[in-house]
């Protein structure tokens, strides 16, 4: 396949995903940061102190950061489709359930276990376009995904705002809208996963056998000098066990 054919291929895979894969991480997004907005009232109701606060919101990148590596070794294991669909659902209910917080305790248990949740997701993601971009177009791609992070502050602090001025209804404070409201969405996407988001290049409806050959060739051709290096170098290391027998 000529090379301006590739270039509409990837471009096409493109199209296909990363809008979708944006849409996931601007709620990714805000269902990390809304505990900020929540805290201007909820600190309040429910007796809080700025060390229970602080505890609670740091404790979830301790989490973050112990599970990021596990959870992308499931990705790679279990199939994209599974494991995000399994982030997603889990990571929603966490952040909804921050609405029924009474004692710190809970909070404490929630944050921590929404920092497991979503560890997987952002590395993940990063893991998942190697399964269908070649490295000159990754960094593209990455920088428009990334893009989410801007956007979902200019959309979700206005929108977080407003959810905060539902004090009262249905019995519910602001802060527990915002909670329920920014992560029932999650729970949600995480259906359409299933649907949007194949394992990769060979499980994709929308490419034809042709544009799955042409990614799978083009993938393959990237990927065999790091062979070639891990074989260089597996030899290497028989020649010195030899040696030392």
């Not at 849409?23 to 102190?49: C, E, I, P, Q, W």
């Not at 993940?124 to 000159?136: A, D, H, K, Q, V």
Request: proline share 4%.
């Amino acid at each position: 396949m000529a090379a301006q054919e590739q270039e509409q291929v990837f471009a096409k895979c493109a199209r296909r995903l990363i809008p979708f894969m944006m849409l996931l991480y601007v709620t990714n997004y805000l269902d990390r940061v809304n505990v900020g907005f929540a805290a201007l009232t909820m600190n309040k109701d429910l007796g809080f102190s700025a060390t229970v606060y602080g505890f609670a919101a740091s404790i979830f990148f301790v989490s973050y950061a112990l599970f990021q590596i596990p959870a992308t070794v499931m990705l790679e294991r279990f199939g994209a489709r599974r494991t995000v669909f399994g982030i997603m659902l889990a990571w929603g209910a966490c952040s909804a359930a921050n609405a029924f917080i009474r004692e710190p305790t809970g909070f404490y248990v929630l944050r921590f276990l929404l920092g497991v949740a979503e560890s997987g997701f952002f590395p993940g993601i990063i893991l998942y376009l190697t399964f269908w971009f070649p490295r000159e177009y990754r960094a593209r791609f990455t920088a428009t995904f990334m893009m989410a992070i801007p956007f979902s502050s200019v959309f979700g602090s206005p929108v977080s705002g407003l959810i905060l001025g539902m004090e009262g209804i249905g019995g519910f404070h602001g802060w527990q809208w915002l909670f329920l409201i920014e992560g029932l969405p999650a729970c949600a996407l995480a259906f359409a996963v299933l649907k949007f988001l194949p394992d990769g290049p060979k499980d994709a409806d929308f490419l034809s056998d042709a544009e799955k050959q042409a990614v799978a060739a083009r993938l393959a051709v990237e990927k065999a000098p790091a062979r070639l290096l891990l074989g260089r170098q597996r030899e290497q290391l028989l020649e010195l066990v030899d040696d030392e027998q």
